[in-house]
């Protein structure tokens, strides 16, 4: 499987971007696919994440009411809506797959980066 994240960039404080995730490979099999973030001097951090089947999202704290995972099954790539964007929202965001799990990954791709001005 690989995976290549596109749509970071540059945008003021309370803007919006949308990030794209295309996976390749064996993507019926996929099982969780998710969004991580790892900000200067900080450790990765999970953003939001859900199942491929698309029964259950999970989000972090601070993702909770500004940011929305989905994926396009006949695409065959994960989305993340970010609105409201925060200076702190600030990090190099990368996509994950995983076959068995939700919660790991053993599949990541490239990170994009996202930069919010205050």
């Known amino acids: 499987v690989q995976l290549q994240a596109s749509g970071g960039g540059l945008v003021q404080a309370g803007g919006s971007l949308r990030l794209s995730c295309a996976v390749s490979?064996?993507?019926?099999?996929?099982?969780?696919v998710g969004w991580f973030r790892q900000a200067p001097g900080k450790e990765r951090e999970s953003v939001a994440r859900?199942?491929?089947?698309?029964?259950?999202?999970f989000y972090a704290d601070s993702a909770k009411g500004r940011f929305t995972i989905s994926r396009d099954i006949a695409k065959s790539t994960v989305y993340l809506q970010m609105n409201s964007l925060k200076p702190e929202d600030t990090a190099v965001y990368y996509c994950?797959?995983?076959?068995?799990?939700?919660?790991?990954?053993?599949?990541w791709g490239p990170g994009t980066l996202v930069t919010v001005s205050s």
């Open positions: 859900m199942y491929w089947s698309g029964r259950a999202t």
């Open positions: 490979g064996r993507t019926f099999s996929l099982y969780g």
């Open positions: 994950a797959a995983d076959f068995s799990r939700v919660s790991e990954y053993d599949y």
